[in-house]
């Protein structure tokens, strides 16, 4: 069993003080010598937890080869990324999409909920929830979206470039032109309110 060297910044003492107690039990249990209970008495008092999380380290650092990044605490929960619907539903989704959402018709989200449901429902499929749907439609590329609900001008209209030069020498130099040019037509206003003459 590896025990130096395996220490990196992501283990803490408190991970390395475990290891260090764990290491002789997931010795034994490796070798197959008698019983562990007297030792695991000792680790489960020393290190305050219960016997299932003792045991629970042991298996873990046997698996591991004795390293002490076995015990390092994981992160819970999905795995960023991960689905838990089936292929199936998911190339149905994506299908679905494709043919009723992105189309110059522009039919609801909606629309396209109950339609895949009514199709998961026909082939025995388990039915995504509007949510997922959303996510996948908000996966797609924006563009490409605008591009087939409204149009390829649009879309190059709201994603093009923005083109010309900006002039402002100093940071807020656009900013105070749009401020003069707004309190130049306030006192237009007001002087010809002042003389009567509509503005």
Request: proline share 3%.
């Amino acid at each position: 069993m590896d025990r130096e060297g395996d220490h990196t910044g992501a283990i803490s003492a408190e991970t390395a003080r475990r290891a260090a107690v764990l290491r002789p039990l997931v010795q034994d249990y490796l070798s197959g010598k008698g019983s562990l209970e007297s030792g695991i008495h000792d680790a489960v008092w020393e290190l305050g937890v219960s016997r299932a999380t003792v045991w629970r380290w042991i298996w873990r650092l046997a698996e591991d080869g004795g390293r002490t990044s076995a015990l390092v605490p994981q992160k819970r929960g999905r795995r960023t990324g991960a689905t838990v619907i089936s292929s199936e539903v998911e190339t149905l989704i994506e299908e679905y999409l494709r043919r009723y959402y992105l189309r110059r018709e522009r039919a609801s989200l909606s629309r396209v909920v109950s339609e895949i449901r009514m199709a998961c429902g026909e082939l025995g499929l388990q039915a995504p929830t509007r949510r997922t749907i959303q996510r996948r439609l908000d996966a797609m590329d924006e563009r490409e979206v605008m591009k087939a609900r409204e149009g390829a001008k649009v879309a190059r209209q709201r994603f093009a470039p923005v083109t010309g030069k900006n002039t402002a020498e100093l940071p807020l130099d656009s900013f105070r032109s749009t401020i003069r040019l707004q309190t130049s037509s306030l006192s237009t206003v007001s002087n010809a309110h002042q003389s009567g003459v509509p503005g």
